[in-house]
């Protein structure tokens, strides 16, 4: 162990250093703060935290850096271990489950798979056209799905011209069959609206777990 403390003696910590040595233990240097532990007082400071790797962890990872992030009220400072130049493959692709619902997705997929051409081994050519497919499921996603309450709003706006002209005159069968084909978008764009909100309700409450809701009121 090291720190700085006023009257500090070397034999407060010297057997946790030789269990160090006999275990082989290798500390990393710490970056982001020379300590991570703070006495209140101003004066008192040690690296009490760390991460202690055995030599076949440094063999297998190593790139490995531990940090110490802000400390704020706390006495003690959080210590990362960060691992960097490390490949986990290819990112997966998120899908909303909407997209199956909206007309004409199905056949896009299809065709935009059948017109890549790609040579080599089963599975290169299966990681490429997912590639390419991602490229253009986003332009195709920025097409159908940007902007749905603004959307939502314009078509809401159209129905409610179309109702005050059949309150105050006679409408057309035109008028009608466009108020007809408007509820039907305003229906079909609040349906995935809808689907969206619930997907990433779903994913937030994956990400921040669960808060028990039989308990908290």
């Known amino acids: 162990m090291c720190g700085?403390?006023?009257?500090g003696r070397h034999e407060d910590f010297?057997?946790?250093?030789?269990?160090?040595?006999d275990?082989?233990?290798m500390d990393l240097p710490l970056g982001g703060q020379l300590y991570a532990w703070y006495q209140g007082d101003g004066r008192s400071m040690s690296r009490l935290d760390k991460f202690l790797l055995s030599e076949d962890w440094?063999?297998?990872?190593?790139?490995?850096?531990?940090?110490?992030?802000i400390r704020g009220l706390l006495d003690h400072c959080a210590i990362m271990l960060y691992v960097d130049e490390v490949n986990w493959g290819p990112r997966p692709m998120c899908m909303l489950?909407?997209?199956s619902d909206i007309l004409g997705y199905t056949q896009f997929v299809c065709e935009q798979r059948k017109s890549f051409q790609v040579n080599g081994w089963g599975g290169y050519v299966v990681k490429e056209k997912f590639k390419l497919i991602k490229s253009t499921i986003k332009l195709w996603h920025s097409n159908h799905v940007r902007n749905l309450p603004g959307r939502t709003s314009s078509i809401n706006?159209?129905?409610?011209?179309?109702?005050?002209k059949g309150e105050n005159d006679l409408v057309s069968e035109g008028d009608i069959e466009e108020l007809r084909r408007l509820t039907c978008d305003m229906h079909s764009l609040s349906c995935v609206h809808t689907s969206i909100c619930y997907q990433e309700s779903r994913l937030q409450w994956l990400k921040e777990g669960d808060v028990n809701p039989k308990v908290v009121r």
């Open 97 to 99: 489950k909407c997209w």
């Open 14 to 21: 010297a057997s946790f250093n030789n269990f160090n040595k």
């Open 23 to 25: 275990n082989m233990l």
């Open 4 to 7: 700085r403390k006023e009257n």
């Open 58 to 69: 440094r063999l297998t990872w190593p790139n490995c850096v531990q940090m110490a992030q």
């Open 157 to 164: 706006d159209s129905i409610t011209l179309l109702n005050c």
